[in-house]
């Protein structure tokens, strides 16, 4: 017969979670004043490729690894919170990259951005590293639909741009 009480599931994790990795964007100067936190619903890791560079030697073709390509742009999915805390600061972060008051750019106000795995009590997990997205600003952040009809969460969906990534310790 199995060992099993209700005390040992109270040590288990939130295993009704519905995310599994985190974004933090640090704190953009003159933006946001803190941290942004984002628990993603989607995300892909990024995928990144090798150029081949061909040259033709003594009647043959010889190949050569050339430049790193890496798939752009970086898209998450996340929940919104009744007190739109997120889309207020990305909407900032976007108008800080080209002020649309004013008709110009302010500025490329691009941040290394990390993606991190988290385990089922939401906790970071160290052991995993977490992936660096350098130089990253908002390409854009997609339409909302809203419906009375629609009982589901309200969901943004982000797309970044970034010039490398890599994983990290």
Known sequence: ?????????????????TYTWELLIPAISDVTQEDLQIRCRTVTIPGR???????NYG????????????????????????????????YVWQQSVFDTDVGGGAGKQAVNVFLQLTDY???????YGKIKLTNCWPESVAEVPLSYAENGA????????????????
């Open 121 to 127: 009590a939401g906790l970071s997990t160290q052991s």
């Open 154 to 169: 309200i969901q943004y969906t982000l797309a970044l741009r970034y010039d490398t990534w890599n994983y990290e310790n």
């Open 59 to 90: 009647g043959m073709e010889v190949h050569f690894p050339g430049r790193q390509k890496f798939t752009q742009p970086f898209n998450i999915t996340f929940e919104e919170f009744a007190d739109r805390k997120v889309a207020k600061a990305l």
């Open 1 to 17: 017969m199995a060992d099993f009480s209700i005390g040992r599931i109270q040590e288990l994790g939130d295993i009704q979670r």
């Open 49 to 55: 490729s090798q150029e081949v560079i061909t040259s």
